[in-house]
């Protein structure tokens, strides 16, 4: 048995009338749509988590946000896990389909990459990285680690959430569901500030793992050795070598998004990757030392561990 229950922070949101437009649908459904949120904390999501759960009957939380497509095993996948010994918190992986503009394109590329490689990544090491969008546990174990007010001023409020249940003495898992995410039409300008806020988030929350981050990016050393080659007139086999760095890493990331979406990227995708990661290099570099963020129609200031204040 479940329920659903929806919310807006903002009461004039247009997303509460498809709400209930829905729940007119599903009669038969119990569907709670909410409206407002109280102040509660700095972070305006936790804020509106916080109210959502008020309403909620049952013991465990399902948290997926309005742009994620959840496929119809998604629900029996991740409680399945939970319920395995000594799992307390259950995350998923996320596949970015659909893109049709270049802004889009570039946000699926790199959710299906970088994002999932690096979440992969920690997973293996111990180091369990929580993302948001799909969390499922306990609300008694939530509420014995603080509830959403340990993290109501934080911006990284899914990492730190993680890190809580991992430091209690509980598992952090990945689902085997990996989660479709929708991003049709983006801008580009959309994609810079989503990943200039989360590459913040990093910085703030984990420096040392962040200032290591461009030697996963062999896209603009190879390009500058390619340059330097040609201005120089270098050997022929450093710019083949850099072509050469540049095409694996194209093929990894295709194969990496085949194996996660399991649908191939088109060609005219691929050839996307090499300015995605140019741009996705320019981003750390303002992360280094930028220390605002708006977001959800608020500016934010970061401190350390993605403490916030307005």
């Known amino acids: 048995m479940y329920e659903l229950v929806l919310g807006a922070e ?74 395995r010994p000594g799992v307390g918190l259950v995350t998923s992986l996320l596949a970015g389909t659909g893109g049709t503009s270049f802004g889009a394109l570039c946000e699926n ?21 929580v993302i948001g969008k799909s969390m499922l546990f306990s609300r008694r174990v939530l509420s014995r680690l603080g509830g959403f007010a340990s993290v109501a001023d934080l911006l990284a409020e899914d ?16 689902s ?30 984990s420096p040392a793992t962040y200032f290591a981050e461009p030697l996963l990016y062999p896209t603009p050393w190879a390009l500058a050795v390619l340059l330097l080659a040609i201005l120089r007139a270098g050997p022929g086999w450093l710019a083949l070598a850099a072509v050469s760095a540049v095409m694996l890493k194209v093929a990894a990331d295709a194969v990496l998004g085949w194996r996660i979406r399991h649908v191939p990227w ?19 570099v303002v992360g280094v030392w930028k220390r605002t963020v708006t977001w959800r129609g608020h500016r934010l200031w970061l401190g350390a561990g993605s403490r916030i204040r307005s």
């Open 10 to 83: 903002d009461p004039s949101d247009p997303a509460l009338a498809v709400a209930a437009c829905v729940r007119t649908i599903f009669p038969s459904r119990s569907i709670t749509i909410v409206a407002g949120a109280p102040r509660f904390g700095q972070n305006p999501k936790v804020r509106n988590l916080a109210n959502l759960a008020d309403h909620a009957r049952f013991d465990h939380f399902l948290i997926s946000d309005s742009d994620v497509r959840a496929r119809r095993d998604y629900l029996s996948a991740m409680a399945a896990e939970l319920a």
């Open 109 to 129: 590329l790199h959710l299906s990459s970088f994002v999932v490689s690096s979440i992969a990544t920690a997973q293996v090491i111990g180091h369990p990285v």
């Open 159 to 174: 990492y730190v959430l993680g890190r809580h249940f991992a430091r209690s003495g509980f598992r952090v898992v990945l």
């Open 176 to 205: 085997t569901h990996v989660l479709p995410i929708v991003y049709r039409q983006r801008s580009v300008g959309d994609f810079l500030s989503r990943h200039l806020r989360w590459a913040q988030l990093r910085r703030r929350v």
């Open 266 to 284: 088109r060609p005219r995708e691929l050839a996307v990757i090499p300015i995605k990661d140019l741009l996705v290099i320019a981003v750390w």
